[in-house]
């Protein structure tokens, strides 16, 4: 049982001050932020010390090897596209309260039209728009590849958890069935796409190995991000994602809206592929499946849907996982400890969440 | 009148609570109250919403505990720990809102709460159903799935698990607001047969009326404190009249008639004026839930308010949502100032001038997560001059918001509060603000005032009468004949989806009505 | 083509896809019951795996099969623990802590692999099949379907004694009302989040049995993410059978004689990628969902975690 009413009294009319974030409110989220990522950390140390790995040498060496080092450094910013436009594309999605859980599919399928169609483009183009066309396609093929789940839940109503689930597996495997069967590269043993020839691949920053497509990456989030904040269309889609009744009541086309969602977070989710075929793989070998789609769900989580929070966590996992290669090759600690990390770092700031909900509501009492 | 009196225990009572407090977050929703409960007797707890009743069977039926104060059971002190300790105290409870699991059967509900390695023991059930139902001259059918009982039955079903229980105390909350004219007095009847068996029973309500016609002893409660009781020998000793008034004193501190009763000003109507609104053999297929509408046929005139009255769920929503472009229809037009508009879009016909207030405030009325500014305009996302070229002005959205905020009187801590924290009755303004801001003609009002306490309750009728009084067509949809009465010109009556009669809101119009409901003839 | 439907093949095909179903079905069926009770288990799949590493962990050293499904068990039980104080008692979002629980086993489970056993994968022994009398003589099908291990047989129980507690049980009752409308069970003096702990250590359970059975049966073998989706599957099984038990075995079942149909055709050396056989199953359920795809009916209170006094 709640209470029937809110006390008229004592709610003056305006309240100005309660507008204005102050900085005790940022210091607390990021304390909020802080805090559990490095109880995390211990937690995830003490596994690291059972099996026996020296965890301050374990983390030492995976932010020499992910942050310090020129060579790290580059590579995780590399790493960071393709993190970057699946993050836009789940932010999206899951702002308006649709469970994209797709997105493996989606981005293996934008990867393969990418891999596809670059190598053929760039003999009848110039490069540059031979890139360009196989971002529009690749991104057009992910987002048709979202139709079905998108027409079924908005007209049927079926629940978009277990058919995006299913599409993704189906893609991974058309993914795979297209680089064996039909646009396999004559000229290797091993099935894989044409390789797409460096100099015709996404330019490297200045004199880096840093793809730029870590700008686009970059523009897609914060577009997305102002978009969604800042825009009828993204206030739309919010409304949808909470409170699809009420979006029905104030006259909301949710069928079309829950579309556009499916579209964008899928369209999203293969310029991913695309960014890291063309402008670091070059062609996509079969079986190839790096599942960032699964990894970056909880990167947009613990941002709480917010794209400049995820930029930051998104640069985390970049950090992690290619310090974490590193370490698996030199302190033979797998690189799927990366995993365990991230776990442990959702479920603790879950719980930091929850614990920090509970006193203020005691405090309040 | 000053506060409680009794604190003596008595042998008698069942259930006697002493001093008792609750605190939640920024409010005393029970502020030391003490409160006697005896077998063979109906106690009515009276009180408007927010008065801290809700809280007070919370606490009885073990769902929170006191932060004072002792509830004695018996004359023993106890403390209710849940649900399951309340049942086995022998305190049953029926909740404003159905406690029944819709996919399961009658039966299986009442056998929910068994231990679960066990078999259900329906043939035990079933016997000592037939008892109870016979005892007290009522019939219910076992085999059928909850889904598909009326509201009216789904508490008959309530009550009955509560005797299948061996409750000595029966606790009844708000249990009138979903019944008919003819189930209040139903239920008025059952309560009487239950007491005279010597159950105990808890009778809350908001509604003078009820309180006087069905209770033996009246407590009242107010903002949390319990401001007054009428026991039985007072009770009997008094008329109906004179109890109205003394619970009136109580409530509101001084004299003065029953509010709601106020008169209906007489207003004309120029009869030649063309209809605002026009609809004509609208129908609305049935749905697993709902029923359909059939052929229902209405004008409404400039200034006109027409009533529509009804039992709760016989197509009144499914026809709120026809008009306003939610439900899809078979046929039928509906026009607007001659136009027709039944092809057109829920935004279409809002921007035409048609406006829909829903009866689900937080289900679909607003976003709850969302500020109190941006609820103002769910219905214009996109529009200027709050939006321009698709992006957010949030100047104009706050300068307008606060407006809007003065001149309906929200009490909001700031325009950045979420709704959901607002009370009924402010999330109810940000409503009334939103549809009647610029531009209506025609309004559906739909259960305007339900759930919300008195002060809002004679807010929000009199901007209904405005509305009405500024030249625009008003369709008013309630459950509340009273409510009706009191304010429309003509009123029509809905039973099962279609428009079974219609009655200009003069003399009689309350018996003929009435017959029009239980499916006589007016 | 004479090999291909020869009656040894068919019956190693069928074969095959008994044992690749078997995972499914358990993991369906545990998923199933925690759908029922109110709660979307997406942690799943890392409950299998927990139950495939310490089932093999236990059988190997144990050298008892019937210990190493018992550690198994064991596995996933602690897993859905961790789920059920997160998501039951305290009410955090299920989707966020199922992935959370998934991703985070996955990585453990080849961690500790790793550690345990660096880069070999040593095999169980040939597991001992319980043959039925005389059923067992029916040609291709006798072999098949009655000369399982034990464990195949009570794993198609389970489906039956499912539909008994679903149908005929308090327990079914207390577990339908939880997913449905949890309030309601609360007021009847049921606890709701000890129903739900109920439901979704019950799905812990199996799905580490599930795993345990992949890697003990299936392969003889633990390799890092051995289940390679399977509890996803499982999610999948059970959201389309939609309460029933017998439709999540037959939802195994057609899923099985695909995964099995890789198998043997690779084995039969049929040039088609088993990419294509492996969509299959995939195709199969699309296909029929936008077809017959009707608003799936999930209890109406499925992801919501039950807080006393809220409505």
């Known amino acids: 049982m709640s209470i029937d009413t809110v006390p008229a009294a004592g709610a003056t009319a305006l309240d100005a001050t309660a507008a204005v974030v102050t900085r005790r409110d940022i210091q607390h989220r990021l304390l909020m932020t802080i805090g559990p990522i490095l109880a995390a950390l211990i937690i995830a140390g003490c596994i690291l010390l059972a099996v026996g790995v020296d965890p301050l040498a374990y983390y030492g060496f995976v932010l020499e090897r992910g942050l310090l080092s020129p060579l790290g450094i580059q590579q995780t910013l590399t790493r960071m596209a393709p993190l970057l436009f699946l993050a836009a594309g789940l932010i999206v999605a899951f702002r308006a309260g649709m469970w994209n859980l797709g997105g493996d599919g989606q981005f293996l399928l934008g990867a393969v039209t990418a891999a596809a169609s670059a190598p053929v483009f760039v003999e009848v183009m110039p490069a540059w728009l031979a890139l360009i066309c196989s971002f529009v396609i690749a991104m057009a093929v992910a987002m048709l590849w979202s139709l079905v789940p998108a027409l079924l839940r908005a007209y049927q109503g079926v629940n978009e958890i277990i058919t995006t689930l299913m599409m993704t597996f189906l893609g991974t495997s058309l993914a795979n069935v297209l680089v064996k069967l039909m646009i396999r590269d004559p000229g290797t043993t091993v099935p894989q796409t044409r390789t797409l020839p460096v100099e015709d691949r996404l330019p490297r920053l200045f004199d880096t190995t840093i793809t730029s497509g870590l700008l686009l990456g970059l523009a897609a989030i914060i577009t997305v991000h102002l978009v969604m904040t800042r825009t009828a269309f993204g206030l739309k889609l919010r409304i949808v994602g909470a409170n699809p009744r009420a979006a029905i009541h104030a006259g909301l086309g949710v069928p079309n809206l829950t579309i556009a969602v499916f579209a964008i977070s899928a369209g999203l989710a293969g310029l991913a592929g695309a960014v890291d075929i063309l402008g670091v793989q070059g062609n996509v070998r079969a079986d190839w499946n790096p599942a960032y789609g699964l990894a970056v769900i909880p990167v947009v989580f613990l941002a709480r849907m917010n794209g400049f929070a995820a930029i930051g966590f998104v640069f985390l996992l970049s950090v992690l996982s290619i310090g974490g290669e590193s370490a698996a090759r030199r302190l033979g600690v797998p690189n799927h400890f990366t995993l365990v990390l991230v776990s442990i770092v959702l479920i603790v700031l879950a719980l930091a969440e929850y614990i920090d909900h509970r006193y203020n509501q005691s405090r309040r009492a | ?522 | 083509m004479t090999g291909l439907f020869s009656e040894v093949f068919l019956s190693a095909l069928l074969f095959g896809a008994v044992t690749a179903a078997i995972p499914l079905l358990l993991a369906g069926l545990g998923e199933q019951m925690s759908e029922k009770a109110g709660v979307l288990n997406i942690g799943i799949e890392g409950m299998m795996l927990a139950g495939a590493y310490l089932g093999f962990v236990g059988a190997f050293y144990s050298g008892s099969l019937w210990l190493g499904f018992l550690t198994g068990a064991g596995g996933g039980i602690a897993v859905a623990l961790v789920m059920a104080l997160l998501c039951v008692r305290i009410g955090l979002n299920q989707i966020v802590i199922g992935i959370a629980l998934t991703l985070g086993l996955e990585g453990l489970t080849a961690l500790l692999h790793h550690f345990q056993f660096s880069r070999s994968y040593p095999r169980l022994p040939a597991v001992d099949v319980t043959v039925i009398p005389l059923l067992s003589g029916i040609p291709v099908i006798g072999l098949a379907l009655f000369r399982q291990h034990l464990i195949v047989y009570l794993a198609v129980a389970l489906v039956f004694a499912m539909g008994y507690i679903y149908r005929r049980t308090q327990l079914g009752l207390n577990l339908q009302a939880a997913g449905d409308k949890p309030a309601a069970l609360d007021v009847a003096g049921i606890d709701v989040a000890r129903t739900r702990t109920i439901a979704v250590l019950t799905t812990g359970a199996l799905a580490g049995l599930g795993g345990a059975f992949l890697a003990n049966v299936g392969a003889g073998l633990f390799i890092p993410f051995i289940t390679n989706g399977a509890g996803f599957l499982g999610i999948v099984l059970a959201m389309l059978a939609r309460g029933r038990p017998v439709w999540v075995l037959f939802g195994a079942l057609l899923f099985g004689v695909c995964l099995s149909l890789t198998t043997a055709m690779q084995v039969a050396g049929i040039n088609i990628p088993t990419d294509v056989i492996q969509m299959l199953p995939f195709l199969a359920v699309m296909i029929m969902l936008v077809l017959f795809g009707r608003r799936a009916s999930l209890p109406a209170a499925l992801g919501i975690p039950y807080e006393r006094g809220v409505r």
């Open chain 2, 1 to 522: 009148m000053s506060s409680a009196t009794s604190l003596s225990v008595d042998k008698r009572d069942i259930v006697a609570l002493e001093g008792v407090t609750k605190r939640f977050p920024g409010v005393v929703a029970n502020d030391s109250v003490d409160l006697a409960i005896r077998p063979g007797e109906v106690h009515v707890l009276l009180g408007e919403n927010g008065a801290g009743k809700s809280t007070l069977i919370g606490m009885l039926s073990g769902l929170q505990q006191p932060d004072e104060g002792r509830i004695l059971v018996d004359g023993e002190p106890i403390a209710i720990t849940s649900p399951r300790h309340a049942l086995a105290l022998g305190i049953g409870t029926v909740f404003q809102h159905v406690m029944l699991v819709p996919t399961l059967t009658v039966a299986q509900n009442l056998l929910l709460g068994g231990p679960w390695w066990q078999r259900p023991k329906t043939e035990e059930l079933e016997a000592r159903v037939a008892e109870i139902t016979r005892a007290l001259g009522i019939t219910v059918k076992l085999h059928a799935k909850v889904s598909e009982l009326s509201l009216g039955e789904q508490q008959q079903v309530e009550i009955l698990r509560a005797m299948v229980r061996n409750s000595r105390l029966l606790i009844l909350d708000e249990s009138t607001s979903m019944l008919t004219p003819k189930g209040i007095d139903e239920l008025g009847a059952l309560m009487r047969r239950l007491v005279e068996q010597g159950l105990a029973i808890v009778f809350i309500t908001h509604k003078l009326k009820e309180a006087a016609a069905f209770g033996d002893r009246i407590s009242v409660l107010k903002l949390g404190r319990k401001v007054g009781e009428i026991p039985p020998e007072r009770f009997r000793a008094l008329g109906e009249q004179a109890i109205v008034s003394e619970i009136v004193e109580l409530m509101f501190g001084k004299q003065k008639d029953d509010p709601e009763a106020s008169e209906r000003p007489v207003r004309t109507i120029h009869a030649g004026a063309a209809p605002l609104l026009q609809v004509h053999e609208l129908a609305v297929a049935p749905t697993d839930d709902a029923p359909g509408l059939l052929s229902i046929s209405f004008d409404i005139r400039p200034g006109e308010l027409l009533g529509i009255a009804g039992i709760d769920g016989n197509g009144q929503k499914q026809l709120a949502e026809a008009l306003a472009g939610q439900r899809a229809t078979v046929s039928g037009s509906v026009r607007l100032q001659g136009t027709p508009i039944e092809a057109l879009s829920v935004g279409e016909r809002r921007e035409r001038g048609l406006r829909y207030l829903t009866d689900d405030r937080l289900g679909e009325g607003t976003v709850g997560t969302f500020p109190v500014s941006i609820n103002f305009f769910l219905k214009q996302v996109g529009a200027a001059p709050f939006w321009r070229n698709g992006v957010e002005q949030r100047a104009e959205i706050d300068k307008r918001a606060a407006q809007l905020v003065r001149e309906y009187d929200v009490r909001t801590p700031s325009l950045k509060t979420p709704v959901a924290r607002l009370s009924g009755g402010n999330i109810q303004k940000v409503l009334l603000a939103r549809e009647l801001a610029e531009g209506a003609k025609v309004v559906i009002f739909n259960k305007p005032t339900y759930g919300l306490d008195l002060a809002n309750t004679l807010a929000s009728r009199q901007r209904i009468r405005n509305t009405a009084a500024r030249g625009l067509a008003v369709l008013l949809i309630s459950t509340d004949l009273e409510e009706l009465l009191s304010m429309c010109d003509r009123i029509a009556v809905i039973s099962n989806g279609s428009l079974v009669g219609t009655v200009e809101n003069v003399g009689d119009a309350r018996s003929k009505i009435g017959r029009l409901m239980i499916g006589l003839a007016a």
